[in-house]
């Protein structure tokens, strides 16, 4: 299903070599302000151009179907829209028979009867990820002073970026990375036991992004290899702020005014210019696929700003949920 | 909000230390057979009474309230009840002004302005996981021949666990732990993009689950380390078989019918005797508190029966969405 | 899917001779003063005993089973259960093969594939409004001052209500009646364009009641006999107050300050003592069927507390949303 | 909210006078043929032109944004656009002060802040039934053989429409009338109880198309009128087949397999060239508002095809959900 959220509703469509990609986002709050040069950043940041990134360059340039009246939303639903303009599709033609490893090529073949559009990974391309940025630039001037901040920190197990992707370019295969994100002035009591948790939320808008491959809040994985004593979060005042923060600012599913941090594992890109084997779906035989498209060898680096988005999106959720019960 | 899926619906209600804890099944298919036998095993395996687990030892027997005729399944909501009856609630009355911890103490006081069940952490308490466990007994019978396994890996970085969950009583200490889940015989095209993804849908169910801190599907975290040509796993047939299983059986959110594979982080209980430093609420001043009720000293050992239960339980309610797809 | 609302949300369960019935109010606020004297009056309104009800007759003694703690609800998910005891299941055991004309008997069996609870029409019962009955106590304190009144205006087309009942249970026959819903001291901006609009989210809700043919809000089907100019109501002040309330308080699907006023068909009893021919599943031939278990010579007698109480909920429903869009 | 369905979901956006209306359709089976002349008959029949209706004329021509690959639908949302072209917005300036009675202007001023589009009533126009229309000529496709049709049965209470029209617009006044719609070839077992009745989930999307008051299914308001023994319809075979339809094709909320049969009370439009009195909240006094735009006389005219759209879009729903049932 394509939409999230409870009173805060986003869905997106589109595909990557059709028309264009949009998203629409329901129950938006009226008065908030914007106009174009509110997504610049924020789509600058998810856009190529730098080393390691796709030779595909998109001018991004937003479209405001509904929803906004003299440069402030109306409290009706907004679409957002961005055309494709620079598409070579006849590079993804071979695709229909040799399904690329690690790519959504077979599900979707399977999935879809076929119907799907192959084309640039049709719906299931990372393109689609610029309607989340674009709800997440809305989502983040409502939770304000709430911020979201997401940093690559490593990739290929190395916090020398740059050296990795020089590397990878060189051996003409690809890595990925680890982002961490954190909120501040968080509020507390966002969330909602059991199936509304924080975690439950955030991981579930977060594993939406393609190529997600884990999620750890706190100390996440490391929590395993520490005593009950080391984890728990010494209380220092009334305001709840703790002296450690191994639980990620969240406990029992709900904020607790703390900084929210989790950290998220980006795969490698799928699409390599290294020769790969694979099935052929027409000779009904192994085969090798060398992969000659536009990619990126770390798209790693352009998942931070999306990262950013889907949680203010979740948050914005849980901070309009939360008004309600009060 | 306490219910989760689609068609199969779930939703859990109840208090550690009230009159019980039960869950609803609504969306469930008619005349599947279901006698209080088919709970035992896995009841069994969710309890206490073993080395590391708490000593308030319930009898845990389900009485189904609705839903159910005959023996078999109507089609009507299933709701079934687990009252509790080995309760000591003076255990917990420090806790209204000590918050725990680790613990939803704090959270649960703000959110709710003080009127929550703080009884043996009331509605946040693990044996909420109760109504999650006979909701999968139902669902795993649905899912067939899918099968679900949970199995707790490592605790506190070590394959001994006994050892670990000795050293760890020794010091009046808990330990977490790794639970790894696999799904075997799983068919290809269940999961939606984007946001429902196999990954979302079932890390969100997963986060649930009072103290989990992490999941990572496939290679997870490792596959940060690893190059894209590594990471891809060739396919070798039409049916999609792959000759490795980096992906964890999931391409785009989507299953590809080899193994469902993840692994979660289980943090170390956070109710242990061992002497803790935390703020008391009423003195407004830094203050020591031990634990002194029955707790485990590693719920992981616990927890591997409740993931097969929520794993079982997105899956089938993606098995009925892909029906309405076809 | 037997759940309704998107924040304030409410599930029904049971069978009319099963165990029992019930109802879960999930995202209630805390702090909630209830006890069991709150939900008597209600209760009672909506009891057999008087002329024209069936003579099987209920204590409907609520349990609470969880989410209240010292008198008052905590947040967490609120159930409420009624046992069944004056039970007399043989009653029903023919209507397996001559499904009763105007009842669920049919389709019960069809959709579940035989599988249903067949007792006293089992899920399918006027007996599970008693979850909505409860729901609706709570429901009308937290959304105080507006104020919810039904009532029964006519029976069998005739305002003396007595008369048509007796002349009704001369007949052994049964009739139906029309009930008029009022809201007082609503406030306005409730409802949202377009899928949940006012009369969208009650209507939906009231024809959840089984037995109900028709809705009409405001001048209803009145208004097609009148010109534009009739209808409109003209605006008298600021607050919106209108001239007239033909539009029944709500304009484009929101309400508009003024009373909300609907009217529902409530259809007469389909169990009757009268003999009646209908198609027998065992002989495949056409019967007579004569029913002879206890029933409502007008159950429409019963419904306005269950009118006020859906109302109630869908409308609590619209305050807490409301909340959060501000 | 503006979505609407559980597998197969509708949603709509867009403004009267902005840059267009449109609708996203979620969860549509892949494989359906889908070309631009396929929209041509249901939206002709949506289209002002004849007599009673609006001058406003717009091409409507359907811009596919997504979710359409070859001709056919890919199982991906498909997004359909419709241009705003013929717009003459300061025809609307003036209710910025003067809300027109029974329209949406007042309560949408109030509900969000001021900051609505009121050109051409904005989002609350009837504009905005285009994507109803054209999301159900995809619904009618997936339902076959299921067939939806809606008459127009009489205006201002006269069987001869022609008439009434006329008297109208010399009246400078408007008329509204009562529309039935019929399903034939109706499968059973479609419908949920309670809270997803059929009525319930029909009745919702009626009411959410701008100016309907009532609905009834079967014998509905006259119901109350009968007897039992007159109301049930006897069923005369295994199929179900009742000698009378009282009950519109549905007992309990599910379908029996018999024609769904209701009728929706449409007012007459509020818009009318004849002077009214309403409030002036610049002047804070009554005033007198002669409406100047271009405006349907009796848009019940138009209605029928959205009514037959939005009643095919809630049985799709319902088809795929049971589809998962079984």
Request: aromatic share 8%.
């Amino acid at each position: 299903m394509n939409s999230f959220g409870t009173i805060f509703k986003v869905s997106i469509f589109g595909e990557s070599h059709g028309v264009g990609v949009g998203v629409i986002i329901d129950g938006c709050p009226p008065g908030i302000s914007l106009s174009k040069e509110d997504f610049i950043e924020d789509l600058r940041k998810r856009k190529s151009g730098t080393l390691g990134t796709t030779k595909r360059i998109e001018d991004d340039e937003p479209e405001f179907l509904s929803g906004i009246f003299k440069g402030k939303t109306t409290g009706a639903p907004i679409t957002i829209f961005f055309k494709n303009k620079n598409i070579k599709s006849k590079d993804y033609d071979e695709f229909k028979n040799i399904p690329r490893p690690g790519h959504a090529d077979f599900v979707a073949m399977k999935k879809y009867n076929n119907f799907n559009d192959y084309r640039g990974s049709g719906h299931f391309s990372g393109r689609l990820t610029l309607g989340l940025v674009a709800a997440g630039v809305i989502a983040k001037k409502i939770i304000k002073p709430i911020c979201i901040n997401a940093i690559l920190i490593e990739v290929n197990g190395n916090k020398n970026i740059d050296e990795e992707i020089r590397r990878a370019i060189k051996l003409n295969d690809s890595v990925g990375g680890i982002v961490e994100v954190i909120g501040k002035n968080m509020m507390n009591g966002l969330g909602e036991p059991f199936f509304e948790s924080v975690e439950s939320k955030i991981s579930s808008i977060i594993f939406s992004i393609p190529g997600i491959k884990g999620i750890e809040f706190g100390c996440g994985f490391n929590c395993t290899k520490m005593y009950g004593s080391q984890v728990n979060d010494a209380i220092l005042n009334e305001n709840g702020k703790t002296k450690t923060n191994n639980s990620g600012g969240i406990n029992g599913g709900i904020t607790n005014g703390n900084d929210l941090i989790f950290r998220v594992a980006v795969k490698p890109t799928s699409s390599i210019s290294k020769i790969q084997e694979t099935f052929n779906l027409k000779t009904k035989q192994m085969d090798n696929l060398q992969i000659k498209g536009r990619h990126d060898t770390c798209f790693a680096l352009r998942v931070p700003v999306v990262l950013e988005a889907v949680t203010a999106i979740a948050i914005t959720d849980f901070v309009l949920i939360k008004k309600g019960e009060e």
